[in-house]
């Protein structure tokens, strides 16, 4: 058991944090270590979906202050500070959340696609208090999420909002019971990767690369996307299936 445990299930990769004794603070080291670990999920073809979670009941409490100098290093870094904030990942990432998901933590979390939360995670920007910036997407991904009212809210109070708060306002997907997190994400990563992959990666990166771009130019976006998913012949074999009867009379998979 390191600082960053790395497990894989089939195609699916969960990345724990597990610094108990600070809260899952990163620290330099972890950050590093978070890095590769995405790294590694990135150019793995047999990796389909990561799922980032910490041990021991918590998400995470951000960077570990006690590290600040050496994290400082990397305010201008490629990857950000945390690791992988600043990465392009190009295969879909899941939140597993539990506890406190605070300041550099939650930053982490809005780096997935999608944030699923124990029912007693209390959730925010806690480093107001002490003067630290959001240096690892916080000012530019929670407003997308969430809108720029409801973004300023949390960002100039550091106000902490409980899981109901967080699903009531789109900052999580999911709420679950205590604990339940990551059997949630692993449910949804599960029901995602029984799909044709090809499609679900081009229509991912065709959001991400669209998003703040004129409508035209991210309507281009997507076709060009579509145009290398219909090439690559899975169009084709979704249509055979369907013609033999698979996926008829509406029936699709529930979470």
Request: glycine share 12%; aromatic share 6%; with cysteine.
């Amino acid at each position: 058991m390191g600082e960053i445990n790395i497990k894989k299930h089939g195609h699916i990769t969960i990345i724990s944090i597990n610094r108990y004794n600070v809260r899952n603070a990163v620290g330099y080291k972890t950050s590093k270590m978070l890095g590769n670990a995405f790294l590694d999920f990135n150019m793995d073809a047999e990796q389909h979906i990561a799922i980032i979670t910490g041990e021991n009941g918590i998400f995470s409490a951000g960077a570990d202050l006690n590290d600040a100098k050496a994290m400082s290093q990397e305010v201008l870094g490629e990857n950000g500070p945390m690791g992988f904030t600043r990465m392009k990942i190009v295969k879909p990432v899941i939140a597993a959340i539990s506890g406190y998901c605070v300041a550099g933590g939650l930053e982490m979390a809005l780096a997935a696609d999608i944030r699923i939360a124990d029912s007693d995670s209390m959730i925010g920007f806690l480093e107001r208090r002490f003067g630290v910036p959001l240096i690892d997407g916080g000012t530019q991904r929670l407003p997308l999420i969430i809108g720029i009212g409801r973004a300023l809210d949390m960002i100039l109070t550091g106000k902490l909002v409980s899981a109901d708060e967080a699903k009531s306002i789109g900052l999580v997907n999911y709420v679950t019971e205590h604990g339940k997190s990551l059997d949630k994400a692993m449910e949804i990563a599960k029901l995602m990767d029984s799909y044709p992959a090809v499609t679900m990666l081009n229509d991912r990166l065709a959001l991400l690369e669209g998003l703040s771009r004129p409508l035209c130019e991210g309507l281009r976006i997507e076709a060009e996307y579509g145009k290398k998913t219909i090439d690559s012949g899975i169009v084709e074999d979704g249509a055979q299936k369907f013609i033999a009867g698979n996926g008829r009379h509406g029936k699709i998979d529930k979470l």
